[in-house]
């Protein structure tokens, strides 16, 4: 066998991370630490992680933190490609075109106003912050979660991460959004618990007009792991987004393509802005603007699942959020 595991996946001890959140109960079973790497091959509109989208670390500039040029000027003394000027009420404006995003601003500003999305860890490392929390893991049946951007865009060090909490008897699980490498997801998807798997929609042309690809490698990557591991727990879940898939008959497709499946539950997820100011941090537009979801229409589609999909429902995050609470009281 190849180092690196059944795929021939060669070792990769490091890879850029961009958040690594604890305590987290909808990431998959139990209280879950989420790893999130960075790299994503979609390009979603609503997508609340834009500092997920791209592999590298990126250049984020808080103007509310910043203590403007009139009375700071650390920034721009270390930037050599002259990206740094003053704008409105002495705050910094960067030029993006010619940014080459060296990150040495980063070091320089006293109130990280400037800061970087993401940061290059070992598996250890990862590893060693996952571990802070193994008495919540065996109390409540969680563990590591890795996320994204697209955890499979940096196959090798994903799949080393999967490997390594395995040797650890930590519980794993991957959040993917399918649009990967048979090959990596068939290797990742042996060292794991769960798979929580997104399915956006059942209409390729909307699919590419919303994410940027079309949905054929990712249904055909679902039926393919269904197939090839029918044991391994399949959470499908579905982010409810305005405009794009937010009526009971959208979802009703998707149920209806998924409910053959065996071993598979279903969830649907609400939009949410949160990621808004991700977006000005890194000097982009937010591509779903005002849009709102109605509250309504995610009430019908939850009466959908539970009336005509009951064998797919996954616990509610109400649920989950008594487990989190009830275990972290018999920890302390
Ligand atoms: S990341 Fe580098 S090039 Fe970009 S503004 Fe900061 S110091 Fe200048
Ligand atoms: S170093 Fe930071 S606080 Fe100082 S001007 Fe630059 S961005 Fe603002």
């Given at each position: 066998m190849a180092a690196g595991g059944p795929g021939g996946n060669k070792m990769k001890n490091s890879g850029a991370v961009f958040n690594i959140q604890k305590y987290s109960v909808h990431d998959g079973p139990g209280i879950r630490t989420v790893v999130f790497l960075k790299g994503c091959p979609l390009r979603c509109r609503w997508c609340s992680n834009p500092e997920s989208q791209k592999p590298q670390p990126q250049l984020a500039y808080n103007p509310n933190k910043c203590l403007t040029l009139d009375h700071c000027v650390r920034c721009l003394e270390v930037c050599t490609a002259g990206s740094i000027h003053k704008g409105k009420d002495g705050r910094v404006e960067i030029d993006r075109e010619t940014c080459t995003e060296?990150?040495?601003?980063?070091?320089?500003?006293?109130?990280?106003?400037?800061?970087?999305?993401?940061?290059?860890?070992?598996?250890?490392?990862?590893i060693q912050k996952v571990e802070e929390d193994s008495a919540f893991y065996s109390r409540s049946g969680g563990g590591m979660t890795l996320g994204g951007g697209e955890p499979l865009h940096q196959p090798e060090f994903a799949i080393d991460l999967l490997k390594e909490a395995r040797r650890r008897?930590?519980?794993?699980?991957?959040?993917?959004?399918?649009?990967?490498?048979?090959?990596?997801?068939q290797t990742a998807a042996g060292y794991l618990h769960t798979l929580l798997y997104d399915i956006k929609s059942m209409d390729a042309e909307k699919h590419k007009a919303f994410t940027g690809v079309s949905n054929e490698l990712i249904l055909d990557n679902l039926n393919r792991v269904r197939e090839a591991l029918p044991k391994l727990p399949i959470l499908i879940r579905t982010p409810i987004v305005p405009g794009f898939n937010d009526s009971v008959e959208d979802v009703r497709t998707i149920l209806q393509h998924i409910q053959g499946l065996p071993n598979v539950r279903f969830e649907a997820l609400d939009y949410h802005r949160m990621g808004k100011p991700k977006y000005e941090y890194l000097g982009l537009e937010f591509p779903m603007g005002d849009q709102m979801l109605e509250a309504e229409r995610i009430k019908l589609i939850r009466a959908l699942i539970r009336s005509e999909f009951p064998h797919l429902c996954s616990p509610s995050s109400a649920e989950k959020e008594e487990s989190r609470k009830s275990a972290a009281g018999r920890q302390t």
């Open positions: 060296c990150l040495l601003c980063t070091k320089a500003c006293p109130p990280l106003a400037l800061n970087p999305y993401g940061e290059t860890m070992t598996v250890d490392q990862v008897r930590i519980n794993t699980a991957m959040e993917t959004c399918g649009f990967c490498r048979w090959e990596d997801l």
